[in-house]
DNA sequence: TCATTAAGCGTTG
DNA sequence: CAACGCTTAATGA
């Protein structure tokens, strides 16, 4: 596997590409700057196994990444995709603990990789970046209590609606509009379905009214709808 | 046997 | 040129 390229960021770009910088003082911004470098990462390419020591906090510059892992019956299980601007990884940092999943980038995708150092450090220093961990962290368990549900319902449109509703989640994700470019292909690595079973769900989507789908991307109107999207029979 | 999927390919935007 | 839809052959429940 390739290794991509390496580069350190301006206090512009970090600006630009995380949103809990704003949040930050002028030397805790500074800080975070130079603990952060991006990496970039091929179509398919892992960014760690579960098991491994991956001692980053990492941000999504750009690209898609699904984070999954291995069913009892070894089939993958896709837990969550993160799109453009969510940032993840936070709790094996603060656990100093192995992965428990796997990362892996659906298309070209840039990452902001924060060493631990300076995950610590502003933990310990900024009253900002700790507002922002608890926000993200309560948005992540309503998340995994959504999920929990989705395990019993097997049902493909609501498995696709629950995926695209991760993706939509404007506390987690701000980068995410209303749209997002994401072909079917890519919806259904995140569900865990064939892209014809993703597009067959789509249309059943579409046709509940719930979003609209278009060349290469997905449009809601409100994300709410995808949430409470449950099985037509 | 029937259903589902990955792969290949032609079409389309 | 990449996303999509369709066909087909393999897989497996």
Request: aromatic share 8%.
């Amino acid at each position: 596997m390739l290794e991509g390229l390496r580069d350190v960021i301006s206090l512009d770009h970090l600006r630009r590409i995380a949103a809990w910088s704003h949040e930050l003082s002028e030397p805790e911004a500074e800080r975070a700057r130079r603990g952060i470098i991006e990496k970039t990462y091929a179509k398919g390419a892992f960014i760690c196994h579960q098991g491994d020591r991956f001692e980053c906090w990492a941000g999504v510059v750009s690209g898609l990444i699904k984070v999954a892992t291995m069913s009892d019956s070894g089939k993958q299980v896709t837990l969550a995709g993160v799109p453009e601007s969510g940032w993840f990884g936070e709790g094996s940092v603060l656990k100093h603990e192995p992965r428990r999943y796997d990362l892996v980038a659906l298309r070209e995708s840039r990452l902001a990789l924060m060493d631990a150092a300076t995950f610590f450090w502003l933990y310990e220093h900024s009253v900002g970046f700790n507002r922002f961990l608890v926000c993200q962290l309560n948005e992540r368990v309503g998340h995994f209590i959504g999920q929990v549900e989705n395990d019993r319902m097997l049902d493909a449109p609501a498995r696709v609606a629950r995926a695209l509703a991760t993706i939509f989640n404007p506390a987690l994700y701000p980068g995410v509009g209303q749209s997002i470019a994401i072909t079917q292909e890519e919806i259904g690595l995140l569900s865990g379905l064939s892209r014809q079973v993703t597009n067959q769900a789509l249309k059943m989507l579409e046709a509940a009214g719930v979003l609209t789908v278009g060349r290469g991307g997905v449009t809601v109107r409100d994300r709410t709808d995808l949430l409470a999207y449950r099985t037509r029979d």
